[in-house]
């Protein structure tokens, strides 16, 4: 389990840094919670950004993904994205707990 990432959150930047990799697919998969329809290595075929590339879930970037799932539309791994980032959800707070 990765550690949970407390810095401040900006999901433009940490797309932008997925994109922008040695490998675009790999990294927006990682990064982001929801996957689309299309070429895995568009930004567009990819939704819910909640971590920077190379680290732990962030924990706003969390929220942020929570906040907006029910508002994201196109997902083809609904049930998996929601459960993915609860399970994250539960990471932060148990974190935020200690």
């Given at each position: 389990?990765?550690?949970i990432d407390f810095s401040?959150?900006?999901?433009?930047?940490?797309?932008?840094q997925a994109v922008?990799?040695?490998?675009?697919a790999a990294t927006l998969n990682e990064i982001c919670a929801g996957k689309r329809a299309g070429d895995p290595e568009l930004e567009s075929s990819h939704a819910l950004p909640h971590h920077y590339p190379g680290k732990g879930p962030n924990a706003d970037g969390v929220r942020n993904a929570e906040a907006r799932f029910n508002q994201t539309e196109g997902l083809s791994n609904k049930p998996e994205a929601k459960?993915?980032?609860?399970?994250?959800?539960?990471?932060?707070?148990?974190a935020d707990k200690k």
């Open positions: 389990m990765a550690d401040a959150w900006h999901g433009s930047d940490a797309m932008s922008n990799s040695a490998d675009p459960a993915h980032l609860d399970n994250h959800m539960k990471q932060i707070q148990a």
